[in-house]
Structures are given as C-alpha cells and as structure tokens.
C-alpha cells in the first residue's frame, strides 16, 4: 500500500513563502501522477495542482497560477509544491494524493492520499 507524507506546513505571514514536501518510502513515486489537494474550513477540497509522471505540470488552480510551482525530484522520491506570495485565503490543511488512472486534477481520480499538513497564513 502505497503511503505519501506531506510537510513542510507551518504559519506563515501573508507574503510569505513555504514548500510543502509530499514523499514515499517503499514505493516509487514515478509511477503515478501526484497531486496537491487542499481543503480550507467550511470549504469543498480543491484541487491545486497536479504534476505527471514525467515531471510536467498537468494543472493549476486558477486561484494560485503564478505563484505555486509543482515539481518532482526523482531521486529523492518526493514531489514539492512551492507557495510564494501566500494569501490569507491560501490557508487550509494541504493534502498530496497519488493516482495511477489519472483522468484531471480532482480528487475522485486519485486512490492514495496522505494526512495533509496545515497551511495557515495570518499577521
């Protein structure tokens, strides 16, 4: 069963910059579109950005175009997601999500997701 650990979450003041790390231990992370996924509170999870297997991004969220970039680094197994500029509305528990029938960057179409860690971003 494959396993994803985010981290990297934390409080940030608006402006600010984090990067959330999605990573695997026992399996190769190659096999599989990864996505970033977040769910604010009293809000829908949405997608945020998803990434292929062979490291283009397939989506972003128009909500954060151009200022996060997904990437994946092969040997470290772990995917990243660099958030710049971050907004107050940017805050919520930010979950990846790994998927071998990708069809688009939504939550039904990933079958392995990791407990998500907590973006917030306040003054």
């Known amino acids: 069963q494959l396993q994803l650990v985010e981290s990297g979450g934390g409080l940030v003041q608006p402006g600010g910059s984090l990067r959330l790390s999605c990573a695997a231990s026992e399996f190769s992370l190659d096999r599989y579109v990864i996505g970033w996924f977040r769910r604010a509170p009293g809000k829908e999870r949405e997608g945020v950005s998803c990434?292929?297997?062979?490291?283009?991004?397939?989506f972003y969220a128009d909500s954060i175009y151009g200022r996060f970039t997904i990437s994946r680094d092969k040997f470290k197994n772990t995917v990243y997601l660099q958030m710049n500029n971050l907004k107050p509305e940017d805050t919520a528990v930010y979950y990846c999500?790994?998927?071998?029938?990708?069809?688009?960057?939504?939550?039904?179409?990933?079958?392995?997701w990791g407990q998500g860690t907590q973006v917030t971003v306040s003054s």
């Open positions: 990434i292929s297997r062979t490291g283009g991004p397939t």
């Open positions: 999500a790994a998927s071998q029938s990708y069809d688009q960057c939504i939550s039904t179409s990933f079958q392995h």
